[in-house]
């Protein structure tokens, strides 16, 4: 067991292919390491079902969300809206995304990702459930967008928060919440978010794996196949009470509170 107990990860990829071969094993690494709650990232209708079927079979333990990436937007056909709204009827559904834009790679033209951004934004209004957020190279959209749906919405997260204080600023000014990611123990790509991670506020903080994505550079042993898992999660955790000068323990205590505060989860 982790010196840090009771750990949430609010963003983990489990339906992912590449956890097909040992799904239960990762997820009995994961309490014995202290990560006692998963959210299941849904990325597109299909891996949002599959997200919440998985929850269904674990329900002490996992929870799920139901959106679609930026990436799969050209994919949003008319019948989308009512397929995401009947899943997030499911009480295992905690969260209405992963949603934003990403100008990144482009696999969706960006007319069509702020379509569809804006669409799942409006469900979450309609709904008033939480809002699981991904921007990438589209910050400046992305605020316009998301402004003015802000002051309707219930909460909402930017997870996989990468940037340095001219990204973070505006995103606190408009009261979101933050998740942290293994970013943080890059010493190549992580600097600005090093730089920046004490300025973001106790109760707007959280923590996350993306497993099986991100897996932390600095980890030792690490994984053979750098597949990353929510078992990592407790140290991003001690790396980032390291940097924001805080006790291990008391970070997981206050980071655990805010994600079950933020996800409803009782």
Avoid at 57 to 64: D, K
Avoid at 175 to 180: A, N, T
Wanted: net charge negative; charged share 30%; hydrophobic share 40%.
């Amino acid at each position: 067991m982790s010196d840090a107990c009771e750990l949430v990860d609010i963003g983990v990829n489990l339906t992912h292919r590449r956890f097909d071969r040992d799904r239960d094993e990762v997820i009995e690494r994961a309490i014995e390491a202290g990560v006692t709650t998963l959210i299941l990232t849904g990325a597109d209708p299909d891996g949002s079902k599959a997200a919440l079927e998985l929850a269904r079979q674990r329900p002490e333990l996992l929870w799920s969300t139901a959106g679609v990436h930026p990436h799969h937007a050209r994919e949003w056909s008319a019948e989308t809206t009512s397929e995401i709204r009947e899943l997030a009827a499911d009480p295992r559904v905690v969260a209405i995304g992963e949603t934003g834009l990403d100008f990144n790679r482009d696999f969706s033209p960006h007319s069509v990702q702020e379509r569809v951004f804006t669409r799942q934004l409006e469900l979450a209004v309609e709904l008033q459930r939480p809002v699981f957020l991904h921007q990438r190279d589209a910050q400046m959209r992305f605020l316009a967008i998301l402004r003015d749906y802000r002051d309707s919405l219930a909460e909402a997260v930017v997870h996989c928060f990468t940037g340095g204080r001219e990204e973070l600023w505006p995103y606190l000014d408009l009261d979101l919440y933050i998740g942290i990611t293994g970013w943080l123990c890059d010493e190549r790509r992580g600097g600005l978010l090093q730089s920046c991670v004490r300025d973001i506020p106790e109760n707007r903080l959280m923590i996350e794996t993306d497993a099986p994505y991100l897996t932390p550079r600095d980890l030792e042993p690490k994984p053979k196949d750098g597949r990353n898992e929510p078992a990592f999660l407790p140290h991003i955790l001690r790396r980032l009470a390291q940097l924001r000068g805080r006790d291990t323990r008391q970070l997981a205590s206050t980071t655990t509170a805010v994600a079950r505060r933020f996800f409803r989860l009782g």
